[in-house]
């Protein structure tokens, strides 16, 4: 059975015309608050449940959750909780820190009374990699046509110690946010379903990261400035993702002076690109030991049906995909367009929100720009230490100027201006 903490609060509806204050209908609202299972002694420590309201964007957050008023109205609800928890058998046992996170959306906030159930899950510290920037949006030419081949990935050691990439894996959701079907099998709740996986190659510390560094996976390891003056040089980028194309109009660059990743997977015939409309969600994966490319395209291929609806009927789909257990991954973004967004591809437990650069579909707004996880603090040495609490919306600064823009003072827009500012992480400076 799992343990139930049932959080009172009232929430108070505020009618449409001109009432006393003492006429406004009230609604009555418990949450409860599921907390996960199989784990000893959970206690939590420190919670909040913030409101988010949809038609508005404004968002109000409690730390006293057993009294809440809000307006009436059609909200988004989140809960995270700082807690401990015994790790062990009873013998060995030793308390552990970790966070809860519990989302629900479109809740209706009318009537006299309403119950609201909320699941919780649980995130321990990886103790690995983490994403620092995501540009998938690309840059445009002088003409403002799209130029594809320059989006890049920035992963970030954010521990105190030496990490190893090799063996790292990232990959692209094959589901879109901005889609929503009832899958079956659906295994969603424990499952990432990927349209691509890309893996460091390494026998195991051939590719160590200093504490505060990063490494640059890119499209394309070229100096992408000779064929598009507003992109980027890649040439000295650590990765890149290399397709054989079968399809000899589209043909892949394989860079001489940047490796390539391990490819063990992509849905494309021809090369890969990240989604740079910004409907996906992105995941680095550390596989159990013993796996390999062969063993995970046998055993984590499945197939699944749904239906989709259409203006001439309903039709039966199935496709095919492969899955990787959410077990697997040590951290996940996911991303999304407020005009367009349904719904979170990865569950609280690997990222309780989401961001974006952009906020409508084809947003002409969006080139030139990435998605870059907040400053949290520099260390004494002078490194970064990065936001990190399994929240996209509250880890990740939006709509920025990407970092390998401001480092190579290039374009910021199809005309042609020249970056002059450098930050950590999109919004706070760097003191020269």
């Not at 608050?33 to 409690?62: H, K």
């Not at 660059?253 to 992105?282: A, Q």
Request: with cysteine.
């Amino acid at each position: 059975m799992k343990r139930v903490l049932p959080l009172l609060f009232v929430v108070l509806a505020l009618l449409s015309g001109c009432k006393d204050d003492d006429e406004m209908p009230m609604t009555a609202a418990t949450v409860s608050i599921q907390l996960p299972e199989g784990y000893r002694d959970l206690r939590v420590t420190d919670e909040q449940l913030t409101f988010r309201n949809i038609t508005s964007g404004e968002q109000t957050a409690f730390r006293d959750v057993r009294q809440v008023s809000l307006a009436e109205g059609l909200y988004d609800c989140s809960y995270t909780a700082s807690v401990t928890f015994l790790n062990g058998d009873s013998t060995d046992a030793v308390s552990q820190q970790g966070r809860l996170a519990g989302k629900l959306e479109n809740i209706e906030l009318t009537g006299a009374a309403r119950s609201i159930e909320l699941e919780t899950f649980l995130s321990v510290d990886n103790d690995d990699f983490i994403f620092e920037e995501i540009f998938f949006t690309g840059t445009l030419r002088a003409s403002g046509s799209q130029y594809y081949g320059d989006s890049y990935v920035k992963i970030f050691n954010n521990t105190d110690h030496v990490l190893y990439a090799d063996g790292l894996g990232f990959c692209e959701s094959k589901f879109k946010s901005t889609l929503y079907f009832e899958y079956e099998p659906d295994i969603r709740r424990d499952t990432f379903t990927v349209w691509s996986l890309y893996v460091i190659p390494g026998s195991g510390h051939d590719h160590p990261v200093l504490p505060g560094q990063s490494l640059l996976l890119v499209d394309t390891g070229i100096d992408h400035r000779e064929a598009n003056p507003n992109s980027l040089d890649f040439s000295a980028a650590d990765f890149e993702w290399y397709d054989i194309s079968t399809a000899p109009a589209h043909m892949d660059i394989d860079s001489e002076t940047v490796p390539n990743l391990d490819k063990w997977y992509c849905y494309t015939l021809s090369f890969y690109v990240l989604h740079n409309r910004g409907f996906t969600s992105f995941a680095l994966v550390r596989f159990p030991e013993g796996m390999t490319k062969e063993r995970w395209l046998t055993d984590y291929h499945y197939w699944y049906n749904y239906i989709q609806p259409t203006i001439v009927g309903d039709f039966y789909m199935t496709q095919e995909a492969y899955k990787i257990p959410n077990t697997w991954i040590v951290d996940g973004v996911n991303c999304s367009v407020e005009a367009k967004r349904l719904w979170n591809i990865l569950p609280p437990s690997v990222d309780a929100g989401w961001t974006h650069v952009g906020t409508i579909d084809h947003d002409k707004t969006r080139y030139f720009h990435s998605v870059r996880r907040k400053l949290e603090y520099l260390t004494p040495d002078g490194n970064m230490h990065l936001k990190d609490t399994n929240n996209s919306t509250e880890d990740f600064n939006t709509e920025c100027i990407p970092s390998m823009i401001e480092l190579q003072h290039s374009a910021t827009d199809a005309e042609g201006t020249r970056c002059e500012q450098l930050t950590y992480d999109g919004v706070i400076p760097v003191e020269q």
